[in-house]
């Protein structure tokens, strides 16, 4: 039996980075490139249109975002604006999409996108007159919006960037150890602050203003704006490893299901240096509200690299620095689909199909999609198929049926039983 496979949706001229979801727009946003590296390997952001066709999920290339000599490392969305780590900066991007009416004109969006990891490169350009390509009846928008510094270290790169849950302030964090705070869409500065020694891996905003960060330096806390609430220990209620130090290198809230009022926090931790034979990798759930460690499973010996969390906080997606590409369910941290070496390389980032918007739509039949991207320039698919389930109303009838022939057959073997 051959090994396992993910559909390809979509291949970039350059290597993919970052990626987002908007359900609403039905609109996949994938981001990477060359970066100021004179390879020819271009540089943008691709807006790909999602669609059911013949009951199949796809993608096509709807819009090209040109972003000059600056490879777009790390992506978030609120609404209609993206913001795009480029190098050392964060670039604020809205979009728009709407109907083609008969007398539009479209200008076709020149694209410089593609290549590895560069750390080098020019400032990013503010306020570009906006860019329209229109495709089969729907026209989409591109602007610049302002653009900042966010990173100041010897080698300057903004590693993450998350909105606020009501969207009017953005965090970033990078190789300095500082998380800096933002008014969106002005970029004012309202809050810096020493987080970490060394690089911050990732940040997570949580409803109620507190901000999860995690970093080099194997730390993972919870701030209150700059004060420090906590700092997170897996290792309380869960295995020990003497000689055997690991860092935390995703975080993110999530919902509990049904229970919209209360998150928690899923972390996964990696061994901070390579083995010759690897230990595990480990996921962690926690209550969103104390912090405390709920449960730890391990999750394989291959390194993760990226997590996500489905919008109703019901599935957990992974990648790893080999190419695999694993489902969770949230609440048990138990494995529901793996691929193995899906992308064979790195895989930088996954997000799902939200379940809100146009998601059911193009979910179909399926219970959840779970989207990669590499630096191998793919974009795939991974479905879980519904899980099958059987109404209670229905092993009710069964029990009674059941329990029916067993009187039947008692009173067929002894005349007389009842």
């Not at 100021?36 to 199949?56: D, M, P, S, W």
């Not at 750390?119 to 503010?126: D, I, M, N, T, V």
């Amino acid at each position: 039996m051959g090994r396992r496979r993910a559909p390809e949706l979509y291949r970039a001229p350059f290597p993919l980075y970052a990626l987002q979801v908007d359900a609403g727009a039905g609109l996949l946003i994938a981001a990477g490139g060359g970066g100021a590296a004179k390879t020819g390997i271009k540089n943008g952001v691709h807006f790909l249109r999602l669609e059911q066709i013949n009951g199949r999920l796809s993608a096509s290339l709807l819009h090209t975002h040109d972003t000059e000599t600056r490879a777009t490392m790390n992506l978030a969305l609120a609404g209609d604006i993206l913001a795009a780590g480029q190098d050392a900066h964060c670039q604020l991007l809205r979009f728009q999409t709407h109907q083609q009416t008969g007398n539009s004109k479209a200008e076709k969006a020149g694209s410089k996108d593609q290549g590895p990891r560069q750390r080098k490169g020019a400032a990013p350009a503010q306020q570009k007159p906006p860019v329209e390509t229109q495709r089969e009846g729907v026209e989409l928008r591109v602007e610049n919006l302002q653009a900042v510094q966010t990173d100041f270290s010897t080698e300057p790169l903004q590693k993450v960037v998350c909105f606020s849950h009501d969207n009017t302030l953005l965090a970033t964090g990078g190789t300095d150890g500082y998380i800096r705070v933002w008014k969106v869409p002005s970029l004012k500065k309202v809050l810096e602050f020493k987080a970490h020694e060394g690089e911050i891996e990732d940040l997570a905003l949580g409803p109620d203003g507190k901000l999860v960060s995690v970093g080099w330096d194997l730390k993972a806390s919870v701030w209150q704006k700059d004060q420090l609430v906590t700092q997170l220990h897996w290792q309380e209620n869960g295995p020990t490893f003497s000689n055997t130090p690991y860092r935390y290198q995703a975080c993110r809230f999530g919902q509990v299901p049904d229970q919209p009022t209360r998150l928690r926090l899923f972390t996964v931790q990696i061994p901070h240096k390579r083995l010759r034979q690897p230990p595990p990798c480990y996921l962690t759930a926690w209550d969103g509200s104390t912090f405390l460690p709920l449960q730890t499973k391990p999750c394989g010996h291959e390194v993760i690299s990226c997590l996500s969390v489905s919008e109703s906080g019901t599935f957990l997606g992974l990648g790893t620095v080999t190419g695999s590409v694993a489902i969770y369910i949230a609440f048990s941290l138990q494995r529901l689909y793996y691929v193995r070496e899906a992308h064979g390389i790195v895989v930088t980032d996954v997000a799902f199909l939200p379940e809100k918007g146009r998601g059911p739509e193009l979910l179909g039949a399926h219970e959840t999609a779970l989207f990669s991207v590499a630096v191998d320039s793919r974009c795939q698919l991974h479905l879980l198929p519904s899980r099958r389930s059987v109404p209670v109303w229905l092993l009710l009838l069964l029990c009674v049926g059941l329990i029916g022939v067993t009187i039947l057959l008692l009173q067929i073997a002894f005349p007389g039983f009842l």
